[in-house]
């Protein structure tokens, strides 16, 4: 439980980025910020909100280097990492490093792939480091939307929503990017299911302290940072839920929904009349869909954000069972 000391300073530094939001000149707001030419986003600008930093304020990794699971001895059983296994390589980011950086371009077997990771939002998604076109590495923009992160990539400077999986303004703007599946797990739970593992080492050629997270209380408090545009009291804000959208039908998971069925198990249910399997521990807030026995993608984050992306969303309802 956080004191009422540390829960005073979180709230007072809310404040000072409210404030210092308000400062920001109006026309800066909606045409240009960061650097990023805004009269054309598919998203209104006023809703985009610079986030602190500038850009590349918050450095990408860009040559990431690895360890074998057993050399990274600094992480603990609880630590959380970020697994994706592709082109038959399995691989961990930890989110003590993630935390930092929020994006990592990578490659699996020659094949880019950008990891990405909101701490804000609580949300890991993996994606295609290609339009189709051309290879992309991304960037930090110091931008975001409904307090997510805003990419941009480097070839054409275009912005993109992470949550959305779009490009919102530049030359690119429209063009998605393919996701892929992805977990938001222990590293006890995935070493043990992938011990050929290799894991995103600290040496990223930036000094930060990965003993420490700089958002230590954010989870557990219900306020944000930055306003968003849709917004729901049903879940507390910083529930962790399994979000999925299948056949253009949006539906959220809830971890405190999933544990009246039981601490962990797996429940059958039905989305857009596909049956879907859903695994889960409820207590450590960990799961994943699968349909016919392949993983789907999913997003595991923070309720707020998944309803600020998906107002329409579907919530999954449980009875405990005797």
Request: hydrophobic residues 40%; glycine residues 8%.
């Amino acid at each position: 439980m956080r004191s009422e000391k540390s829960t005073c300073l979180w709230g007072y530094k809310v404040s000072i980025l409210f404030l210092l939001l308000m400062l920001q000149p109006v026309g800066t707001i909606a045409r240009s910020l960061n650097g990023f030419d805004l009269s054309e986003s598919l998203i209104y600008s006023g809703h985009i909100m610079p986030g602190g930093p500038a850009k590349d304020g918050i450095p990408a990794i860009d040559k990431p280097e690895f360890d074998t699971a057993k050399a990274a001895d600094w992480l603990t059983p609880e630590s959380r990492v970020l697994g994706v296994v592709h082109n038959g390589i399995a691989k961990a980011y930890p989110i003590a490093i993630l935390n930092w950086h929020e994006i990592v371009n990578d490659r699996f077997a020659g094949e880019a792939v950008v990891i990405t990771y909101c701490p804000l939002c609580g949300s890991g998604v993996v994606y295609r480091g290609s339009d189709g076109e051309r290879v992309l590495s991304f960037g930090v923009s110091g931008l975001l939307y409904n307090n997510d992160i805003l990419l941009y990539d480097r070839q054409t400077d275009s912005l993109w929503s992470q949550l959305h999986n779009q490009a919102i303004s530049g030359p690119l703007k429209g063009s998605r990017l393919t996701q892929l599946p992805s977990s938001h797990v222990r590293w006890e739970v995935w070493r043990e299911q992938y011990p050929d593992t290799i894991v995103l080492n600290r040496n990223t050629g930036a000094i930060r302290d990965y003993r420490r997270n700089p958002y230590y209380g954010y989870e557990e408090s219900p306020q944000l940072l930055f306003p968003v545009e849709f917004m729901s009291n049903t879940l507390h804000p910083k529930e962790r839920v399994i979000g999925i959208e299948l056949n253009g039908i949006a539906k959220a998971y809830p971890f405190s929904e999933l544990a009246k069925r039981g601490d962990s198990g797996t429940i059958d249910d039905l989305l857009g009349g596909v049956p879907i399997l859903i695994e889960y521990d409820a207590e450590q807030r960990e799961g994943k869909v699968s349909l016919a026995g392949e993983e789907l993608v999913t997003t595991n984050l923070f309720w707020f954000a998944w309803y600020a992306f998906n107002p329409a969303t579907l919530i999954f309802r449980a009875e405990p069972t005797d």
